[in-house]
RNA sequence: GCAUCGGUGGUAGAGUGGUCAAUUACAACAGGCUGUAAACCUGUCGGCUUCGGCCUACGAAGGUUCGAAUCCUUCCCGGUGCA
């Protein structure tokens, strides 16, 4: 008996695309969903109404970083997630696995969640002439090359980013952390590997994901009773090899998750390869959930292959460093010929009901992309708030035009006709 | 009028004989950002360039010196003090 209930609606004749909902206890998210990122309960630039009003139905929140700053003890006593961060509705949280990434083997360096592929051969090239590459179970060698997060089998030592404080993750603790949150859905703790790292570590990394996801689950077993609304997602690893994506899948999906996540960082080639390698893998009736995606190109690709549930920073980060998605790209509104552009915002966004106002529109955009530019290139924070709420509003916009259209049985005209307008091809 | 301090690239402001086309900040011009270490980071920022350099520049004009934004002289402009 799971905390969640996830039906589906409609299948798509000619791609995986699927649509549906699943509902928890804190109200349905219809799917394919887009789940804003408020790390630190709280989306940057966005109030709890706002997001509903832009189309939100669920949040993701981080354990990290919630863990250090205010201490789940707190968002307990508050209630829980929802209650703590005035957001009526699903939430969702991330395990920590993600910092084990950003902190660990990304930190200092230009890898990313994506890692251009040029960066990741000079980045090889760069390690096969420096000295030996260090391991990282090795923590001070890992502290000599800046890394907050050392890897052991047993879980992950993290160096607090905000004093410098040590603190451990274990797969068990991050259930526990998690159980306090009370999320309505939360992920099983997981190492998100460096693309750069050779095949032989990448098996072993996804060996290590695998062992965690069964103790996470048998963490979150051994306290059901307590957090029985509370559902369980495994997260999918193997890096960019098809080979470990599939064995990676077969392994999460016979533990008896709740859902699926599929993780990892990717180099922009691999990313296809390496979802439909994992996909092929997951049983139909289970929720999936695309961790960290994204651009409005790759959710597409995403639903296409049959993911349910997408989350990303992208949308309010880009905004509040001032670019705005539009259905044709990516507009940097810092840039110097917006300054006297009267074009009103709302023209820009992505009307996915025919000639209709969006929910964007009506909330954020009755600005003109002069004002926004004049905002954004004096610093001024509404500025970032404007452009936030524009691109979330255009993202959920895109997703639950995807869903209308999967409904509709005319999804692949929809993603093509996105497609060719916004990438131009 | 006398005395004194000062005039540096879009702005502020370092530099006070060679390593100076000139530190730095801001502005400007671009780029980047995909489970947030991020209201952040990177690049360019006198002109030309076959990217090795070349030319013009630190108020103006002369001068000293192998070499001057830096020292000297005169002039112009500004601040302050005294008449």
């Given at each position: 008996m799971s905390a969640i209930d996830f039906k589906i609606e409609q299948r798509a004749s000619t791609s995986g695309a699927r649509a549906g909902s699943i509902t928890t206890s804190h109200g349905v998210i219809r799917t394919p969903a887009f789940?804003?990122?408020g790390t630190k309960a709280n989306v940057k630039g966005i109030l709890p109404d706002q997001l509903k009003a832009l189309g939100a139905d669920a949040v993701l929140a981080n354990t990290y970083h919630l863990?250090?700053?205010p201490g789940e003890d707190v968002v307990q006593k508050a209630g829980g997630l929802a209650k703590f961060m005035n957001w009526d509705g699903p939430t969702v949280t991330d395990s920590g696995g993600f910092q084990v990434f950003s902190l660990g083997a990304a930190f200092g360096?230009?890898?990313?969640?994506?890692?251009?592929?040029?960066e990741m051969t000079r980045?090889?090239?760069?390690?096969?002439?420096?000295?030996?590459?260090?391991?990282?179970?090795?923590?001070?060698?890992?502290?000599q090359h800046g890394q907050l997060a050392v890897i052991d089998d047993e879980g992950v030592t993290f160096t607090s980013h905000l004093d410098g404080s040590l603190h451990r993750f274990t797969p068990e603790r991050s259930v526990e952390i998690q159980h306090a949150l009370g999320a309505d859905i939360f992920f099983a703790f997981d190492e998100c590997t460096s693309p750069t790292e050779p095949y032989e570590y990448?098996?072993?990394a996804m060996e290590r994901t695998h062992r965690w996801?069964?103790?996470?689950?048998?963490?979150?077993?051994?306290?059901i009773d307590a957090n029985k609304n509370q559902a369980l997602f495994g997260i999918v690893q193997g890096g960019r090899h098809e080979d470990l994506r599939r064995e990676s899948a077969r392994e999460i999906a016979s533990l008896g998750f709740d859902g699926i996540g599929i993780g990892g960082s990717f180099s922009k080639d691999d990313m296809r390869g390496a979802l439909r390698a994992a996909v092929g893998e997951l049983p139909e009736e289970l929720p999936r959930h695309f961790l960290g995606i994204g651009e409005p190109g790759d959710i597409l690709e995403g639903i296409a292959n049959g993911m349910?549930?997408?989350?990303?920073?992208?949308?309010?980060?880009?905004?509040?460093?001032?670019?705005i998605y539009t259905p044709h790209g990516i507009l940097h509104l810092r840039n110097g010929q917006y300054r006297d552009n009267f074009t009103q915002m709302w023209r820009l966004n992505l009307p996915h009901c025919e000639g209709g106002l969006t929910s964007t529109s009506d909330t954020a955009s009755g600005f003109t992309m002069a004002y926004v530019s004049h905002l954004v290139r004096s610093g001024e924070m509404t500025g970032s708030i404007i452009c936030s709420m524009h691109n979330v509003g255009f993202i959920l916009d895109l997703v639950a035009g995807a869903r209308q259209a999967i409904l509709d049985g005319r999804f692949d005209e929809y993603r093509e006709n996105f497609?060719?307008?916004?990438?131009?091809?």
């Open positions: 789940t804003p990122v863990y250090l700053q360096k230009t890898i990313s969640k994506f890692t251009k592929e040029d980045l090889n090239l760069v390690e096969k002439e420096g000295v030996p590459k260090p391991s990282i179970y090795d923590p001070e060698v890992a502290s990448q098996r072993e996801a069964q103790r996470s689950l048998k963490a979150h077993r051994q306290n349910d549930m997408f989350d990303c920073v992208a949308p309010t980060r880009i905004g509040r460093h001032g670019s497609v060719c307008n916004y990438y131009g091809k």
